[in-house]
């Protein structure tokens, strides 16, 4: 019995990191990667796991587990999320910190690939407990992390709040005449406390010019074009308002709560009005008929964009998908075997490492402006994220181009390749 | 929490009728993830009755109809 569970529990555990090793075995194997360069990106660089106690509000004491994983800073400072929820442990931190790698490479930034957390459910603590928690847990990476060493961001149940007590705590640790040069110690900090304009709508924004440069190679008017969305967050809502602005008609949107649609086409700020009113559930909005959620990816349309889950469009759905383009607001939406019907359909996918690099990208204006002591206006922010983006949108498609691939393969291509050039050049010490 | 150990969903507040995924096992990010702490007040989730009648009821003790 205990065996069972524990192979059970081993397989779960594995899937994330699997998934993230196949991708770069794939592309590896089609750039016939040097094999000494493949060892040392398939093994993390650090791994740092610590234990430390917090004074809870009833006076008890607790041991909290936090996690940091640094996969590769070939190309600079490593950068990722830190997320606190019950299920951060080692492995799922591997996963998510090599995927962090690939994605800074393919988006052309100075940064390298993490991820952390603290493993707990932040349900069970209150508002100061959590506060005590970060700070403490701060205190306890040290100097582990550094603005020019490993940059953390926001991630499941952290916020900008949640940055800036680590802001602040490891501000406290420096010397006087040091902290403010410490400023760019984490990204998706509230602004007043040195975050960026811009850094809230950046993935949505990131997600909409994807299919704006994808539309414009292609020699298609975005204007009268449908287009469907999964998930209403924060990704989804951006990018269906900058579609929408472009001329798009938004037909479809399915979220937790159900799934609407209205051929004639949605009003993006009047279901977001209704949406912030209604406990941030679509359901029962006016100006829109509910659907069998069933029914959503065989809709009607030219664009779909997923930006939920993962593993949303399967075998099962991808047969009925009609639109010739999906745009990957979310990680991983679309599985393997869907991907090639898809393929196969002559249906484009604009992959996740490329479509929602947005919001890496805002991160690192917010680093630079801290680190430069600037302060940049909205406006500058997204033409920048423009120029940054559709220099990587370009040249996945050529590569896609040149060596005759989707644009999935090409844009792990380019990220695992320009890790490769940092090592050839720099060599290995000693 | 008990059912969805390597997932996301554990935490979410619309776990009880979400309809984004019937499989909530292995979810390690989503858009619409909200956690209860999120919220200025104590969550009191509205979900549309025709939901409610097609689940088994064990989390909808603290549901609001609409």
């Keep these: 019995m205990v065996t069972k569970t524990l192979k059970k529990k081993r397989v779960l555990k594995q899937g994330m990191l699997e998934n993230v090793m196949r991708q770069f075995n794939h592309a590896a194997d089609s750039i016939d990667l040097n094999p000494n360069i493949r060892k040392i990106l398939e093994m993390t660089n650090n791994e740092l796991v610590v234990h430390f106690p917090v004074r809870m509000d009833n006076g008890e004491v607790e041991v909290f587990t936090g996690y940091r994983v640094q996969h590769n800073n070939a190309l600079g400072p490593y950068k990722g999320g830190l997320r606190y929820h019950a299920t951060v442990d080692i492995d799922a931190a591997r996963a998510l910190a090599m995927w962090m790698t690939w994605k800074t490479s393919l988006a052309g930034l100075p940064y390298g690939g993490a991820k952390g957390g603290i493993q707990l459910n932040p349900k069970k603590y209150s508002h100061s407990e959590l506060e005590r928690i970060t700070r403490r847990f701060t205190y306890a990476l040290g100097d582990n992390i550094g603005p020019e060493l490993d940059i953390p961001a926001p991630d499941v149940n952290t916020n900008a709040q949640t940055m800036a007590w680590i802001l602040d705590t490891y501000m406290s640790t420096k010397p006087p005449a040091e902290r403010s040069m410490n400023m760019h110690v984490v990204t998706g900090k509230p602004i007043g406390a040195g975050g960026s304009e811009g850094r809230d709508r950046a993935t949505g924004y990131g997600v909409f010019l994807t299919i704006k440069f994808w539309a414009e190679q292609k020699k298609v008017d975005l204007r009268n074009r449908k287009f469907i969305v999964q998930g209403f967050g924060n990704v989804g809502y951006w990018t269906s308002h900058f579609l929408e602005k472009e001329g798009a008609i938004l037909t479809a949107v399915q979220d937790a709560s159900g799934t609407i649609l209205n051929e004639k086409g949605i009003s993006v700020d009047s279901l977001l009005a209704y949406s912030d009113a209604n406990n941030r559930s679509i359901y029962g909005f006016a100006g829109a008929k509910s659907l069998d959620s069933s029914e959503f990816f065989g809709l009607d349309c030219d664009i779909i964009v997923p930006a939920a889950l993962g593993n949303q469009i399967t075998a099962d759905n991808a047969k009925k998908i009609k639109a010739y383009l999906i745009a990957e607001g979310a990680n991983g939406p679309t599985d393997v075997e869907a991907e090639e019907i898809l393929l196969k359909k002559g249906i484009d996918i604009i992959p996740d490492i490329l479509c929602n690099s947005g919001g890496v990208i805002g991160s690192y204006f917010e680093w630079l402006q801290n680190r430069n002591g600037e302060i940049w206006q909205l406006d500058e922010v997204m033409a920048k994220l423009e120029k940054k983006l559709k220099e990587s949108f370009f040249k996945v498609m050529e590569t896609a181009k040149i060596r005759n691939v989707d644009m999935r393969s090409a844009a792990f291509i380019i990220a695992i390749e320009r890790l490769e050039e940092a090592y050839v050049q720099r060599g290995i010490f000693p | ?66």
């Excluded at chain 2, 554990?10 to 995924?21: A, E, G, I």
Aim: hydrophobic residues 25%; proline residues 3%.
């Design chain 2, 1 to 66: 929490m008990k059912n969805y150990k390597r997932s996301v969903c554990s935490t979410c507040s619309y776990v009880s009728f979400c309809s984004l995924t019937t499989d909530k096992s292995n979810i390690s990010s989503c858009s619409e993830y909200l956690h209860r702490l999120d919220e200025e007040y104590p969550q009191i989730t509205k979900v549309p009755i025709e939901i409610l009648r097609s689940s088994d009821g064990e989390n909808n003790k603290n549901l609001v109809l609409i």
